[in-house]
Nanobody
Framework: QVQLVESGGGLVQTGGSLRLSCAVS????????MGWFRQAPGKGREFVAAIRRSVDNTYYSDSVKGRFTISRDNAKNTVYLQMDSLKPEDTAVYYC?????????????????WGQGTQVTVSS
């Protein structure tokens, strides 16, 4: 069974930084795409970032581009989301996901396993 365990969420001040971690078991992530999504209260789940099988293939939503960085440590079977220059509008529950590699990395339906979510709150 594939399991994803997220950590690193919390309360951060505007302009601060936070790194989310997603440890995966039951699947070797180097062979799959990994993605981060987020959901704010009253809103739908939106794409944040993704990394495909090649570490050079990373993608970001326009709202986080230049501030967030997704990376992968194959030895630890863990994916990370480095979040810098945080803004109050980044406040949401963040979800880690894994799925078969696809050009449509921004669509949640292309991921078959999800983490439980971790709360990120950015205060002004």
């Amino acid at each position: 069974q594939v399991q994803l365990v997220e950590s690193g969420g919390g309360l951060v001040q505007t302009g601060g930084s936070l790194r989310l971690s997603c440890a995966v078991s039951g699947r070797t992530i180097s062979s799959y795409a990994m993605g981060w999504f987020r959901q704010a209260p009253g809103k739908g789940r939106e794409f944040v970032a993704a990394i495909r099988r090649s570490v050079d293939n990373t993608y970001y939503s326009d709202s986080v581009k230049g501030r967030f960085t997704i990376s992968r440590d194959n030895a630890k079977n863990t994916v990370y989301l480095q979040m810098d220059s945080l803004k109050p509008e980044d406040t949401a529950v963040y979800y880690c996901a894994t799925g078969y590699d696809s050009a449509a990395y921004y669509r949640a339906r292309n991921y078959d396993y999800w983490g439980q979510g971790t709360q990120v709150t950015v205060s002004s």
